[in-house]
């Protein structure tokens, strides 16, 4: 079993539509939670950060991590076609500041 | 807030040619580097990472290797190419203070022919 497990899709949706993005993990020593955007042939780009537990919010992105079942959530609100773009789920446990990255979700908006 | 600069931006090189690519941070001190390597449809493969000029771990055992001549430089190394080594190669920098998330650059797309 992979140390972090991420569906690649594609996931395709209408604009407009709210979007969830997931990611499931093992490694309970994993407090610190991370969501990247990379679109086609560019470097990944830091979208959200979490520490533990909980809900962040930022514009219409909300990050959730839920430790007691292992699983984490990116939901994008009113989707646009922009946010066409491959994310990744990234986490490390304290005191390692070396993540592990899910392998990514293809996510495709359509017009 | 930093930038991380990669170069070059794509390289198309014949089997047995040497490799040099090139990473260089602005805007924040002593941080850790690192260089990753994400195959089509893969993930993030970590290859090597840095906590301070000359000091380079390797996390995969391969024909690459690392070096870091300045604080704010990372330079990705190889003597004689392989198929296998074809790919998108990410420079990434954790800023110290932060607790985990890593900013990457833009990366280097590497065709071995």
């Known amino acids: 079993q992979k140390e972090v497990e991420q569906d690649p899709g594609p996931l395709s949706v209408p604009e407009g539509a709210i979007v969830s993005l997931n990611c499931t993990y093992s490694?309970?020593?994993?407090?610190?939670f991370m969501w990247y955007r990379q679109y086609s042939r560019k470097g990944p780009e830091l979208l959200m950060y979490?520490?533990?537990?909980g809900n962040k919010e930022d514009g219409r992105f909300t990050a959730q991590v839920d430790k007691s079942s292992k699983y984490i959530s990116l939901f994008i609100r009113d989707s646009q076609p922009s946010d066409s773009a491959t994310y990744l789920c990234?986490?490390?446990?304290?005191?390692?500041?070396?993540?592990?990255f899910g392998r990514g979700t293809s996510l495709i908006v359509h017009p | 807030s930093q930038t991380i600069h990669q170069w070059p931006a794509t390289l198309v090189q014949p089997v047995g040619s040497p490799l040099s690519l090139e990473c260089t941070v602005e805007?924040?001190?002593?941080?850790?580097l690192y260089w990753y390597r994400q195959a089509a449809g893969r993930g993030l493969q970590l290859l090597f990472y840095?906590?301070?000029?000359?000091?380079i771990s390797s996390e995969v055992p391969q024909n690459l290797s690392a070096s870091r001549p300045q604080d704010r430089q990372f330079i990705l190394s190889s003597k004689k190419l392989l198929l296998s080594d074809s790919g998108f190669y990410l420079c990434?920098?954790?800023?110290?203070?932060?607790?985990?998330?890593?900013?990457f650059g833009p990366g280097t797309r590497l065709t071995v022919t």
């Open positions: 990234a986490m490390s446990a304290g005191g390692s500041y070396i993540p592990t």
């Open positions: 490694n309970s020593a994993f407090q610190y």
């Open positions: 979490t520490y533990s537990s």
């Open positions: 840095s906590v301070g000029i000359g000091q």
């Open positions: 805007g924040t001190s002593n941080p850790n």
């Open positions: 990434a920098s954790h800023p110290p203070g932060q607790k985990s998330e890593q900013y």
